[in-house]
């Protein structure tokens, strides 16, 4: 019988153990990859969770500042001043601005010499800003007859636009920029010094936006004329601006348009949110 050379056994025995040894080392680095990317995608995912829990915090300090500036408000504390007012918390601490839509002009409730006094501060020619004052009032206004409807629509098939006017009060003051003969430029001029929430009209007395007066002037030229339709002293239109940050330095912009409403005028109304938007920086 033959038997094995210990030498060949004893090479063979060490080439085992090389390979098992190869595979545990293997098996190691795997391990050791795992729980690398384990680690890691609980430190991701704990840190997302971190990141949403401060962005819930810093838009809870902006809520509840924009919540007390209303109580103020209504308190009669703080005045609509557009002042920067600093309400602070455990949470972190916001900058709260108070302005007043009333001092604006409204496209749903102003006459075309005032809409047209306004596109001409913005520079438009007179013929263009007469036209496009028009415009406006037929955006909002109601045929009766329906003759006129027809010839708008003419006019707005020959500018190439899938739309017409749809006879209702302007929902944003974006949508001004749908009305024929509106540009870009123009908008965006008169865009800071229009409200659709006001329905009411400013007067010099009541407004301190400088382009708001100018245009008061230029169409009312005796200075002595008190637009019909001016707000009641009751009732007023503001714009509350709530910025806030958290302690860990997070950040997030409340913006609130709020009717206000004296309770002696109105008890089960104390205030009515209008417009309501937000979010980070």
Not at 15 to 27: E, K, R, Y
Not at 141 to 165: F, H, R
Request: charged fraction near 20%.
């Amino acid at each position: 019988m033959s038997q094995s050379s210990p030498g060949l056994a004893s090479d063979r025995s060490c080439s085992d153990a090389g390979f098992v040894l190869l595979i545990v080392l293997w098996w190691l680095a795997l391990l050791a990859l795992i729980v690398t990317q384990l680690v890691a995608s609980g430190r991701t995912e704990a840190r997302i969770a971190a990141n949403l829990r401060d962005g819930a915090i810093a838009e809870a300090v902006a809520d509840a500042a924009v919540h007390r500036a209303i109580f103020q408000v209504l308190a009669h504390r703080w005045d609509i001043d557009g002042r920067l007012r600093e309400v602070g918390s455990e949470q972190g601490t916001a900058l709260v601005r108070i302005d007043d839509e009333g001092s604006k002009i409204d496209p749903n409730v102003a006459p075309p010499p005032l809409m047209a006094a306004l596109l001409r501060a913005c520079g438009a020619p007179t013929k263009t800003a007469d036209a496009l004052a028009a415009a406006i009032y037929q955006w909002r206004g109601i045929d009766v007859t329906g003759t006129v409807a027809g010839k708008i629509a003419q006019q707005y098939s020959a500018a190439s636009l899938g739309y017409l006017p749809p006879n209702k009060r302007f929902v944003s003051e974006d949508e001004v920029g749908l009305v024929l003969g509106m540009t870009p430029d123009l908008l965006a001029c008169i865009r800071p010094h229009i409200s659709v929430y006001s329905l009411s009209l400013p007067s010099l007395s009541t407004s301190n936006d400088r382009l708001v007066r100018q245009a008061l002037v230029d169409a009312y030229a005796d200075a002595a004329v008190v637009p019909v339709g001016q707000r009641m002293q009751e009732v007023s239109v503001v714009r509350i601006l709530a910025t806030a940050q958290t302690v860990a330095g997070t950040r997030f912009r409340r913006l609130a348009i709020v009717r206000v409403i004296n309770a002696t005028l109105d008890e089960r109304f104390a205030y009515r949110i209008l417009y309501w938007e937000g979010g980070a920086g």
